[in-house]
């Protein structure tokens, strides 16, 4: 069983930048590739960032150039950077992690929201 915990949500403004972190524990195998999801009311789940465990990533076109994301493989630890966040970026942002076979673990989610 592995767990997901995610940290670093919050209110920021427009503008503004927040870093998530998904500290993950268990049996983890690799390879794996950690992601960054988000679901905003009215929307369907969305993926935002994802990396796997040699560090190759992949980006939704409306985060790009915006956000980042990385990990600690020793650590077992990811992290999404936001930056230059616009109201849009409202939303719940869950870890995702899924291992080599196939197995899928989720986080419990952390509220982003961007208001003045």
């Known amino acids: 069983q592995v767990h997901l915990v995610e940290s670093g949500g919050g209110l920021v403004q427009p503008g503004g930048s927040l870093r998530l972190s998904c500290a993950a524990s268990?049996?983890?195998?690799?390879?794996?590739?950690m992601g960054w999801y988000r679901h905003a009311p009215g929307n369907e789940r969305e993926l935002v960032a994802s990396?796997?465990?040699?560090?190759?990533?992949n980006y939704a076109g409306s985060v790009k150039g915006r956000f980042t994301i990385s990990r600690d493989n020793a650590k077992n630890t990811g992290y999404l950077q936001m930056g230059s966040l616009k109201p849009d970026d409202t939303a719940v942002y869950y870890c995702n992690l899924r291992m080599y076979n196939g197995d899928n673990y989720w986080g419990q989610g952390t509220q982003v929201t961007v208001s003045s």
């Open positions: 990396i796997n465990s040699g560090g190759s990533t």
């Open positions: 268990g049996r983890i195998f690799r390879p794996n590739t």
